[in-house]
């Protein structure tokens, strides 16, 4: 074919786009008239006296600063077939099956939903509580997705600031949730043992698969991310560790005979008064990160690579669509979490294994199934920076955050939270810290430094693997008012 030919085919004009105002309207500009009916006249009358939905309304899209989270919840995304909803008659109806496609059907974990519903009927019909954990475990992994995904939803109403702190609070709710339910049941070592597991899962197992996976993906290619980002995390993870250290060393200091303390609760008011600080520091963490310096963590961009998945510049549901379906996938949320806390026990006994292994290593490792596959997706495409946002962005988010609200939860229920993780704990959390900070310390990675921090994973769960509960009753931690200082193998 001559190139002229092939010139003038590849210029040809496509269908015309509808206008309004002079100006194309684009496809998610048209997805919302069709949608909302405003392409009859009655439609559009209807919509200028107020009368539909506002968030369903011709609006302009508001630029959202989106994170790194946001990014990797979206690689598990997928776009919406509108095929079917076109032939829909009723405006009113199309809107409510396209929330139901969007909310339920797109994403590439849809396949693990009726998890939730078989973990309802397992809880209900008694099939075993073993059963029952396994099956909420599996089902807080697309709800925990899709939580991440109606908070992007209703951040593109609320603008980048207040989307950031959506993102701040949301962005671990289920760590969040199940601390809550451990904590009213007195599980205080349940608490402990999971937010702690998050913590060591994002730094050693998150970051270090996919910088393993990455490295080998990209061989023979640097792999650069940004230093400055990285140090401000790990520099408030040192805090944390710290923070976590001196009610540990005080009960030391105080059991040697040679310092004295104001109170028998001393490490308790301790863990009190750092909670306060931590939470301050995060405070400031969230005003560096949204306000004064924005742009070092502005996720980098990402090529359509031709799949189906789908990296969202507009709303595709309104605001008080979204703000409903929040509080659904929330709820849902909650009841899974409390029956995750309320059967640890017996799957425990029924496996042989120690609480702490299975809220240490288990639980974080199925519960962030779907932000870590969407980090090692990143690394493999070469967007470093992504993936270290997702799994430093993680830890930062619950031992600043977390950790030091549970303590203040319990201190309002009246249960003994404190920093005190015990030696064996508050020393693998040191070594994870220090490990990761070195690791990052030059600016650009390879496959070898994924695979060394896996390998401090792995002897992690293995020593919590043949770690059994003290001797003081063998119930894990479950009554707050046992200290659980001594364990035995």
């Known amino acids: ?45 209807a919509a200028s006296a107020g009368l539909l939905e506002p968030g369903a309304k011709e609006i302009a899209a508001r630029h959202l600063g989106r994170t790194a989270h946001n990014m990797s919840s979206s690689s598990l995304r997928k776009k919406s077939d509108l095929a079917l ?78 989307g950031g702190l959506l993102n701040a609070t949301f962005g671990n709710v289920t760590e969040v949730i199940i601390a809550i339910f ?36 990209n061989l023979g290619t640097e792999q650069p991310y940004d230093r400055m980002q990285a140090d401000v995390s790990t520099g408030l993870l040192i805090l944390g560790v710290l923070c976590h250290s001196l009610p540990l060393m ?7 005979g040679k310092h004295a303390v104001v109170s028998w609760d001393a490490g308790l008011e301790l863990s009190r008064a750092c909670s306060v600080v931590m939470l301050l520091a995060y405070v400031a963490y969230l005003f560096f990160q949204l306000k004064t310096h924005r742009q070092l963590f502005e996720p980098q961009e990402v090529e359509d690579d031709g799949d189906d998945s789908v990296s969202q510049d507009e709303a595709v549901l309104g605001f008080p669509s979204a703000m409903i379906w929040l509080g659904v996938v929330t709820l849902m949320t909650a009841v899974l ?10 799957a425990s006994k029924s496996w042989e294994l120690s609480v702490s292994f ?20 990143f690394a493999f495409k070469n967007k470093l920076d992504i993936t270290l ?38 020393g693998s959390l040191f070594l994870a810290i220090f490990v990761t900070t070195f690791t990052l310390q030059d600016g650009s990675s390879h496959y070898l430094k994924g695979l060394l921090l896996l390998f401090c994973y792995v002897v992690i769960a293995i020593c919590f693997f043949v770690l059994r509960q003290c001797a003081n009753g063998g119930n894990d931690g479950v009554n707050p008012g046992v200290a659980s200082n001594t364990w035995r193998i």
């Open 182 to 217: 451990a904590l009213y049941e007195g599980k205080v070592v349940v608490v402990k043992c999971s937010l702690l597991g998050s913590i060591l899962s994002n730094l050693l197992l998150v970051l270090g698969t996919s910088l393993f996976l990455g490295g080998l993906a």
């Open 389 to 426: 946002g997702v799994s430093l962005g993680s830890a930062t988010q619950i031992s600043m955050f977390v950790v030091p609200l549970s303590v203040l939860v319990g201190w309002i229920m009246g249960v003994p939270m404190d920093l005190d993780f015990n030696l064996l704990e508050t």
């Open 250 to 256: 005080l009960r030391y200091a105080e059991s040697s």
């Open 85 to 162: 909803l076109r032939k829909v008659p009723c405006a009113p109806l199309r809107r409510l099956l396209d929330n139901l496609q969007e909310v339920l059907l797109g994403t590439k974990l849809v396949l693990l939903f009726p998890a939730v519903i078989l973990a309802l009927a397992a809880r209900i019909f008694h099939f075993g509580q073993e059963w029952v954990f396994v099956l909420s475990l599996i089902g807080l992994v697309p709800l925990a997705e899709r939580l991440s995904f109606l908070t992007e939803q209703v951040a593109f109403y609320t603008g980048p600031t207040v």
């Open 1 to 45: 074919m001559p190139a002229g030919a092939a010139h003038t085919n590849s210029s040809a004009p496509g269908p015309p786009l509808p206008c309004r105002g002079g100006a194309a309207v684009g496809r998610e500009e048209q997805r919302r008239r069709w949608l909302t009916g405003m392409d009859d006249p009655a439609a559009t009358a």
């Open 358 to 377: 299975i809220s240490i290593i288990l639980i974080p490792i199925v519960g962030n199934a779907a932000e870590h596959a969407g980090a090692v997706i």
């Open 337 to 346: 979490s409390e029956f995750v806390v309320s059967t640890i026990e017996a």
